[in-house]
């Protein structure tokens, strides 16, 4: 299984899906510019380490072991000085990739740094990079500025993107043609599913799709490919978005890409009919399941989702 995606969207994928294999690699998006992640960014060079953490924390197991490291991994100091904010996980990210290269040279240390802190946790699975260097999403917006609503503008940067007051059109990678990571790419070629989703959209999800050599993997393996649709609207990035929407997007950003399941939680889906035409626009069908949290909080609920999955790969 291979789970694509960034933040709180892959983490609960990954929370569904390593209840159901071992054999679990998330890719994740490397364009987050704000909190301890842009911090890090900028000050050392490196890629931002957040949903990276974020996706290792999920992987871990429900023992006392995977609970506690990911509780520490995930703990935000919180003070007046300059750790303030900085996720104790990002700082164990980074400092391992700086000694990894003292000892061996860039070349790797940033995947090898994400296994060491796999197997720290006890993770469920692997994490690993969508690129090998860090980038800027750049989206076209209309109606960026309130005073201009039909105006398009280009809007820089993933906090500045999904923040934007005007509607997202599209988004493109600075730089355009970033080095995907090896062992994604090989992860992807040799998946028998392809998990896209849920998450931020525009910001997590496409992304993924506009670093080339990724994007053809993506296009040409030979796994099935699934949709996961979000429950809610992003604010500010996906405001008013149908869950039709967001797959007519996703068609937009990569016309090539067939996609075999679109699951979808059945309580939020208010026009079945139209979901299925733009479904079976991308070659697939749809699939409508109980998948979020009960208590009425607007996220998945991690093993409602898994029961979901495991009945859509026994199909």
């Keep these: 299984m291979v789970a694509l995606g960034g933040g709180h969207g892959l983490y609960a994928a990954l929370s569904a899906l390593r209840r159901v294999t071992d054999r679990l690699t998330g890719i994740v998006t490397v364009a987050d510019d704000g909190g301890s992640s842009g911090r890090l960014r900028a000050e050392l060079g490196v890629l931002p380490p957040g949903d990276l953490r974020m996706a290792l924390a999920a992987l871990c197991g429900d023992d006392e072991w995977g609970q506690t490291w990911r509780d520490v991994v995930q703990h935000r100091f919180r003070s007046g000085g300059v750790l303030h904010d900085h996720a104790v996980g990002n700082l164990l990210i980074v400092a391992l990739w700086e000694l ?33 260097v860090p980038m800027d999403i750049v989206a076209e917006v209309r109606g960026a500025d309130p005073a201009r609503p039909r105006v398009i503008t280009r ?3 993933q906090v500045a993107c999904a923040s934007t007051a005007g509607t997202v059109l ?7 043609d970033p080095p995907a990571c090896p062992e994604a790419l090989a992860a992807v070629d040799d998946a028998d599913w392809v998990v896209f989703g849920p998450g931020s959209w525009f910001t997590s999800v496409l992304p993924h799709l ?7 993997s993506l296009v040409r393996t030979s796994a099935r490919r699934i949709v996961a649709l979000n429950l809610v609207p992003q604010p500010g990035e996906t405001d008013d978005f149908s869950p039709q929407n967001h797959l007519e997007v996703l068609q937009a950003h990569a016309p090539d890409l067939r996609v075999d399941v679109v699951l979808a ?3 939020v ?17 749809l699939v409508l399941a109980d998948v979020a ?12 989702l898994a029961q979901a999955f495991v009945q859509i790969f026994a199909q």
């Design 293 to 304: 949290d009960p208590g009425g909080a607007p996220r998945h609920d991690p093993a409602l």
């Design 210 to 216: 506009k670093v080339p050599a990724l994007a053809r």
């Design 269 to 285: 889906v208010d026009d079945a009919e139209a979901l299925e035409k733009a479904v079976a626009a991308l070659g697939g069908r």
């Design 155 to 157: 809007v820089k940067g």
């Design 170 to 176: 599209g988004v493109d990678l600075v730089p355009a």
């Design 265 to 267: 939680d059945r309580g």
């Design 100 to 132: 990894l290269a003292e000892r061996a040279g860039p070349t790797g240390s940033t995947v090898e740094g994400l296994d060491w802190v796999g197997r720290l946790l006890g993770a469920h699975g692997r994490v690993l990079p969508m690129a090998s």
